[in-house]
Each structure stands twice: as structure tokens, then as C-alpha cells.
């Protein structure tokens, strides 16, 4: 499985961004997606996680009703809509294959990670 994430960069606080991952090698449709981040310093922490068919999501309290996470099974796609950012958002964010076809929230639930794409939120 290979995931390529994209569509990071320097923001200012309060505006937007569009996190895209692409994933390839696996039936995509078949397994949950999430994403996580990582802040200088800082361990891994989850962020949004979506369902195999796209009917559930769940999100961290830090992100929830600022950020969206949604997929094209299509085209084997999963993105992160981050609205309204804030200079705590500053982080590598990752995109993850679950092991299974549900919502699930920690690391050790997902196997499968891209190489992370980094987002700057300046004050």
C-alpha cells in the first residue's frame, strides 16, 4: 500500500486548507481512513477518521466543526477540509489506512501511512 499525501503549506490563522491523499495497492474501499498529525515535540494525535463507505466520521475535539474529512472511493482518494486554522494546528499531518472497515482513533489501529505533508499556520 502506498499513500501520497498532499496540499500542505504556510497559512495565516483563520484561513484554509485542503489535505489530499492518494492511495494505491489495496481495495481502498474496503477499510477505514484517518488522519493524524504530529507537532514539533510532540507525539502523534489523531484527527478525523471516516468509514469504508464515507457514512461515519469521527474527529478530535480540537478540530470538530473546523474540519472535515471525506473520501472518493472512485478515485481512491480521502481529503481533510481545515477551515478557520489556528497556530496550534502547526503540525506534519499523516493520512492512514485502518485495519479495519470502521471509525477508529489511535495509531495502533492503522497499518498502513503516507509520508506526511506539513502545514504552517502563522499568527
Known amino acids: 500500500v502506498q499513500l501520497q499525501a498532499s496540499g500542505g503549506g504556510l497559512v495565516q490563522a483563520g484561513g484554509s486548507l485542503r489535505l489530499s491523499c492518494a492511495a494505491s495497492?489495496?481495495?481502498?474501499?474496503?477499510?477505514?481512513m484517518g488522519w493524524f498529525r504530529q507537532a514539533p515535540g510532540k507525539e502523534r494525535e489523531f484527527v478525523a477518521a471516516?468509514?469504508?463507505?464515507?457514512?461515519?466520521?469521527k474527529y478530535a475535539e480540537a478540530v470538530k466543526g473546523r474540519f472535515t474529512i471525506s473520501r472518493n472511493n472512485g478515485k481512491n482518494m480521502v481529503y481533510l477540509q481545515m477551515n478557520s486554522l489556528k497556530p496550534e494546528d502547526t503540525a506534519v499531518y499523516y493520512c492512514?489506512?485502518?485495519?479495519?472497515?470502521?471509525?477508529?482513533?489511535?495509531?495502533?489501529?492503522?497499518?498502513?501511512w503516507g509520508q506526511g505533508t506539513r502545514v504552517t499556520v502563522s499568527s
Open positions: 492512514a489506512v485502518s485495519f479495519g472497515p470502521d471509525v477508529r482513533t489511535t495509531t495502533h489501529d492503522y497499518g498502513y
Open positions: 471516516i468509514s469504508r463507505s464515507g457514512g461515519s466520521t
Open positions: 495497492g489495496r481495495t481502498f474501499s474496503n477499510y477505514g
